[in-house]
């Protein structure tokens, strides 16, 4: 897996996303939090980043 979303976010832009989302980060725990931020997104990224074939449609029904 690539680590271009821990590149992408530093520890300015986490300090400031939490502040936009109302939450303290105390600056000892800030490495952590950048690091799983970017393991977050990375994981994200491997659901919404494939291209999606514009002929398959959705299953009607789900059968488990």
């Keep these: 897996m690539t680590d ?8 300015e832009q ?5 502040r936009l989302a109302g ?3 105390h ?4 490495p952590g939090v950048v690091r799983n931020l970017g393991v977050v997104l990375g994981q ?3 659901l919404f980043d494939p291209p999606l074939d514009p ?4 299953a ?5």
Excluded: M, N, Q
Aim: charged share 20%; hydrophobic share 55%.
């Design 4 to 11: 271009k979303s821990e590149a992408a976010l530093g520890p």
């Design 14 to 18: 986490v300090e400031i996303l939490g």
């Design 23 to 25: 939450i303290a980060i």
């Design 27 to 30: 600056p000892d725990h800030l």
């Design 44 to 46: 994200a990224a491997l």
């Design 55 to 58: 002929l398959i449609e959705p």
């Design 60 to 64: 009607t029904v789900f059968r488990p």
